[in-house]
């Protein structure tokens, strides 16, 4: 097991990587002519670290991951994984990470422990099934068919299945997709043990909750080309405000224009949802909220809700794109 | 320290495919239950009955003398007005209706469909006893054996026959359906995200194929023993080895079928692509000799044609291992060329 060594090389290091698919080749976005998924990326992802990929569906980052995984052959650029490349080391590679896809489904009629067996049979020094079982909490569901499994029961043994060598680098593809709040948690434990061992984590999302507490830095991709890079505070920070004012007016009350909204004291950012709720980055939401409140009474508009809540990264990528994340 | 009790990949691999089909009642039934099934609805459809009687309808005027000389040759005869007649005749009912002479002198009329077989039988066997009866004699000496060859019912013919086309099944569905359930299921994708060997999954899949096979062989020969009495007249070596190369073979087809296909509609209509004209044209139900002559060699060439007529060989004509030669080296031909297309063109993602 490896520890946290700055000095030592990278575990991840990426240059100039690219994917173009060509037309209609190459499955999920098939469209005509040749797409350019993933745009000439730069990444280095230090021992230790757990980065994030951050960015909407379709923005290139399981694209990107299946490129570092070797899964996908790369149009253009330069992956190093743990000091080797792919080209040269793969079964080496293989033997020291860990991948649980997007939505990989095992076999269903399948036990846990035949699944867990089945895939320390490919590595050579598995770790116990005892302790794999411990680890993600499946020890009551070991002789249970995987289709019998919840959501969350199934995510965690496909982590299961990639941390069975215990390797020095883990993928994982929106590990949480989909799941509830509490199977979100338990995942997040699992990731949260594993950097506890010295391990490395490369992981996607598109919940920035997830994003902001399980990654020390995070790339956020948009259109296949990175637009950010840093810790989740340096990007929130960036922002230029901590704080964002949620207003909505109630129907037929007119409507509200940015530049006014811009006016309102220590506002930085204006953005208006497609659902009609206006967002506001306050530097002192304590000074923005009265004037607001007073600017709406003198026009007679009245507020259906207004709410302050802290910045997250889902504002950092409001503001770069003029698009939410979750805009499918 | 946990090296003892590390698996084999292939055995995994095997195990884990063995397991989805026992767990699975519908493989089960495909694989094992069908068959039977369709043996036995074809066995009793087709089941030897004796000889069939000739059945001939006679329009008002015919006489009794020449009622009573057909009744005592055998034929049953059915009094019938002439609507009647030609109803009966059309629906296969009678093989012959007999015209009287319209006046004395004239001569008897047999009304047939000369296309039907049974049809030219009865009118050849009602014209010797109307001959004979008319004071005909016969100037040859002749004397009838009886004979009936083992092997030569329908059932006999049929067994060889379904045994290949379930092992052809087997192979198609039980390799190529299911590298498309795990491609679809990403399930291909993610076991090569772990260090396992390709050559291993695909040995895997022939494994538990080759574990499958005998119950497969066992069961059908059993069942068509004890009910219909079908017996293997040559070699089990012989009947082992051709059922081992056509089962290879159509593995390596179904692996060429499965190569690209990415959901499972595509492989299932691949499959029956490949599998639907050899179900016909191979030889399976009936023989594929009732085809034109000049298509003769194509329909040898198929690959299910190959394991029907090597089957028969086997178990009807008595071959052993020699005999069934030439039947392995289409089968090679067509396992070895799909196989090396198949692993070029495959895609795991």
Known sequence: MNTICPDAEPALLCRGLRKIYEAGRGS?????????????????????????????????????????????????????????????????????????????????????????????????????????????????????????????????????????????????????????????????????????????????????????????????????????????????????????????????MGALDEATLRSLPTVTEVHLSGEGVWALAAVEPERAVPALRALLQERGQHLLRLGTRKATLEDVFVSLTGRALRDD | MTEPQRPHPVVQLTLMRLR????????????????????????????????????????????????????????????????????????????????????????????????????????????????????????????????????SRYIDFLIPGLLAMNLMSGSMWGIGWVIVEMRVRKLLKRLLAAPMRRRHLLFAFGLSRLMVIPFEIALILIFARLVFGVQVAGSYAALVLVSLAGSASFAAIAILVASRAQNTQTVSGLMNLVMLPMFVLSGVFFSSTHFPEVTRPFISALPLTAMCDGMRAVMIDGAGLAGTLPYLAVLAAWGVVSFVLGLRWFRWG
């Open chain 1, 28 to 252: 999920g976005r098939k469209r005509a002519g040749a797409v350019l998924a993933v745009e000439g990326l730069d990444l280095t992802i230090a021992r230790g670290e757990c980065f994030g990929l951050l960015g909407p569906n379709g923005s290139g980052k399981t694209t990107t991951v299946e490129m570092l995984e070797g899964l996908l052959a790369p149009t253009g650029g330069e992956v190093k994984l743990l000091g080797m490349d792919w080209a040269h080391d793969e079964s080496r590679l293989r033997e020291r990470m860990g991948v649980a896809l997007q939505e990989t489904r095992l076999p269903e009629k399948l036990t846990v422990e035949e699944v867990l067996n089945l895939f320390r049979s490919f590595y050579q020094r598995p770790r116990p099934l005892q302790a794999l079982l411990a680890d993600v909490q499946l020890e009551e569901k070991r002789r249970a068919w995987v289709v019998k499994l919840s959501g969350g029961q199934r995510q965690r043994l496909a982590i299961a299945c990639a941390l069975v060598a215990e390797p020095e680098i883990l993928f994982l593809d929106e590990p949480t997709t989909g799941l509830d709040p509490q199977s979100r948690r338990q995942i997040w434990g699992l990731v949260a043990a594993y950097r506890a061992r010295g391990g490395t984590v490369l992981l996607t999302t598109h919940y920035m909750e997830e994003a902001q507490r399980l990654c020390d830095r995070v790339a956020i991709l948009d259109r296949g080309r990175l637009i950010r890079l840093g810790t989740p505070a340096e990007l929130i920070a960036g922002l230029g405000a901590e704080h964002v004012v949620e207003l909505e007016l109630e129907a037929g």
């Open chain 2, 20 to 151: 989805e089909m026992m767990r699975e009642p519908g493989a089960l039934f495909w694989t094992f239950g069908f068959p039977v099934l369709l043996s036995v609805a074809l066995g009793i459809a087709f089941r030897v009955k004796g000889p069939e009687p000739v059945v001939v309808g006679a329009l008002p005027g015919v006489t009794v003398q020449a009622r009573d000389a057909l009744a005592s040759g055998g034929v049953q005869v059915r009094p019938l007005d002439e609507a009647a007649a030609k109803a009966a005749l059309r629906s296969g009912q009678v093989a012959v209706v007999l015209v009287p002479p319209a006046r004395p002198g004239e001569p008897f009329t047999y009304g047939f469909d000369p296309a039907r077989p049974e049809a030219r039988l009865a009118r050849a066997t009602v014209d010797a006893i109307l001959q004979k009866a008319a004071g005909r004699q016969d100037r040859l000496a002749v004397r009838d054996q009886e004979v009936s060859e083992p092997g």
